[in-house]
């Protein structure tokens, strides 16, 4: 059974650093697509993220481009997302996800709207407020 757990959400001040990490179980993950999604309070759920199985090729909502990195380490089932310069409007429960999918057609569809995710965690509170 596939199960992703996110971690490292909590309150932080706007301009500052926050690390989440999404830790894997169930199957050999090497090969998927993985990838962030948010939800602010009243808002549908929106892309933020997306990685290939190899890592090299990513994905990113304008809103987080240059300020968000998404990274993998295959072999360890673990993904991150390094968010720095942090934002009120980040303010969001983020939401790890995976997928046996994993070409560039597929990642890019998912970044498009077009393609959803199979597999999804219960997600982690990230509170920018000063």
């Known amino acids: 059974q596939v199960q992703l757990v996110e971690s490292g959400g909590g309150l932080v001040q706007p301009g500052a650093s926050l690390i989440l990490s999404c830790a894997a179980s169930?199957?050999?993950?090497?090969?998927?697509?993985m990838g962030w999604f948010r939800q602010a309070p009243g808002k549908e759920r929106e892309f933020v993220a997306i990685?290939?199985?190899?890592?090299?090729?990513?994905l990113y909502a304008d809103s987080v481009k240059g300020r968000f990195t998404i990274s993998r380490v295959n072999g360890a089932n673990t993904m991150h997302l390094q968010m720095n310069n942090v934002k009120p409007e980040d303010t969001a429960v983020y939401y790890c996800a995976a997928d046996p999918r994993a070409g560039g057609p597929y990642i890019r569809a998912v970044a498009r709207g077009r393609q959803s995710m199979g597999h999804w965690g219960q997600g982690t509170l990230v509170t920018v407020s000063s």
């Open positions: 169930g199957r050999d993950f090497d090969a998927w697509a």
């Open positions: 990685v290939n199985w190899s890592g090299e090729d990513t």
